[in-house]
């Protein structure tokens, strides 16, 4: 089962990768952008009988910093 984990910096948390995005888009003349945040996107392919609170005990263990980061799990639907 294909499942994805979003890991984004709290709010608060200085985010010097979205700052230097940011002003490499002004910098290419893209105006309108007043902000962005970095993140990363965990894949993984599960086995269907993985619970829930594994994926969540993976991201609060090593896939991440809960001090500094969130994480979301989205779990992809099963074809029909």
Do not use: S
């Amino acid at each position: 089962m294909k499942t994805r984990v979003y890991v984004t910096l709290k709010n608060g948390v200085l985010d010097p990768q979205g700052k230097a995005i940011h002003h490499a888009l002004e910098g290419l003349g893209f105006a309108g952008v007043n902000d962005v945040r970095a993140g990363k996107l965990i894949e993984l392919d599960l086995e269907p009988g993985v619970p829930d609170e594994q994926v969540e005990e993976m991201c609060r263990k090593l896939l991440a910093n809960t001090v500094i980061e969130n994480f979301r799990i989205e779990r992809a639907e099963a074809a029909a």
